[in-house]
């Protein structure tokens, strides 16, 4: 998969850990990330398989695995809750391949 792929919300559902075929991937302020390689997590029954093949920027921001959160909703994110973001970029660009965008 190319760094260059650019996803819409729905491309990026089919990528939720459900098909083994498929890669994992979390999207984070519009950068795609492989977590496969994190499949523990990000797998079915993994902690954070509620974020695989979604928008986690909002979620991850508040610290939390509801599933109202998983809607890449950013607007109301405070200034500490955008640390927390990029933070959490920081991390994924340190774990894990960026392959795409995701479409605004």
């Known amino acids: 998969m190319s760094e260059n792929k650019v996803f819409t919300l729905q491309e990026l559902s089919q990528f939720n850990g459900q098909d083994a075929s498929?890669?994992?991937l979390v999207c984070l302020e519009g950068i795609v990330f492989d977590v496969t390689p994190?499949?523990?997590f990000y797998g079915p029954g993994g902690s954070y398989s509620l974020l695989a093949g979604s928008d986690a920027t909002r979620?991850?921001?508040?610290?939390?695995?509801?599933a109202a959160d998983v809607n890449g909703n950013t607007d109301d994110?405070?200034?500490?809750?955008?640390?927390?973001?990029?933070?959490?970029i920081a991390k994924f660009k340190n774990k894990y391949?960026?392959?795409?965008?995701l479409q605004k």
């Open 22 to 24: 498929k890669p994992i």
């Open 38 to 40: 994190g499949k523990s």
């Open 59 to 66: 979620a991850l921001g508040k610290m939390s695995l509801s």
């Open 77 to 88: 994110l405070t200034t500490e809750e955008w640390t927390v973001v990029r933070d959490w």
């Open 97 to 101: 391949q960026i392959v795409g965008t």
